[in-house]
């Protein structure tokens, strides 16, 4: 069944809503709909990749640490299935996938149903949904705003030239991904023509609040100078 259209005339609530792709073989998606959202006005959309053994609704948990009022938020399900969690929710995976159909859909059906800037979406990782972000937004370019790699290890080998903004924030305690991986990806992007800049923060290998605050004002400082 065809996920439904969204009537842009109307003035949905804030909160979460629901869908299924049948383009994408029927990957559920959640998207975010801000505090006091208005149809008529074009938001910035983040897409969140959530870490292996994950899925979208461990990525919904941090959009209140990221704003409530500021953007639409797209939640994606990685396209590897990794089994079940003992909480009960789904495993999903990204590791070496490049950006799928079932990411694509979701950005355009995004973009179709909600009142989105397409000259505003912002990819924003966690863990190895980081390399997931970043690889997308080297295949997206110029159609990207910018990415935010939360404690994850970016994409190894040749990076194409790109003109990429990226926000890099890590844990100097990472047990899984050195904190000198992040200054390794830093340095890889910044030769190939991105504007990076590398947060460190006194924590391990989650997605820090104090990261997703920072990635808030580093959004809204590329949101208000565009």
């Excluded at 966690?126 to 705003?145: D, I, M, T, Y």
């Excluded at 910018?146 to 080998?157: I, Q, T």
């Excluded at 991105?194 to 989650?206: C, D, E, K, L, S």
Aim: glycine residues 10%; hydrophobic residues 45%.
């Amino acid at each position: 069944m065809p996920a439904p259209k969204h009537n842009r005339a109307a003035h949905p609530a804030e909160g979460f809503r629901s869908a299924l792709l049948p383009a994408a073989g029927n990957r559920p998606v959640r998207v975010y709909l801000p505090v006091d959202y208005q149809p008529k006005y074009a938001y910035p959309l983040v897409v969140l990749f959530h870490a292996d053994g994950e899925c979208e609704e461990h990525s919904a948990r941090l959009v209140p640490l990221l704003s409530r009022r500021n953007y639409i938020v797209l939640c994606l399900r990685g396209p590897i299935n990794l089994g079940g969690r003992a909480d009960g929710l789904p495993a999903f995976g990204w590791s070496g996938c490049n950006a799928d159909r079932a990411t694509k859909a979701a950005l355009a059906h995004t973009k179709a149903h909600y009142s989105v800037n397409a000259e505003r979406v912002f990819l924003l990782g966690v863990g190895e949904g980081a390399a997931a972000a970043c690889r997308l937004g080297l295949h997206l370019g110029a159609r990207v705003a910018g990415v935010v790699a939360l404690n994850g290890a970016l994409p190894s080998g040749r990076i194409p030239a790109n003109n990429l903004r990226v926000l890099i924030g890590h844990g100097a305690a990472n047990p899984v991904v050195p904190v000198s991986e992040a200054r390794r990806a830093a340095a890889a992007l910044t030769r190939a023509g991105a504007t990076v800049r590398v947060n460190r923060y006194p924590t391990t290998h989650g997605a820090h609040p104090d990261m997703l605050a920072d990635a808030n004002r580093w959004i809204m400082e590329h949101v208000s100078g565009a």
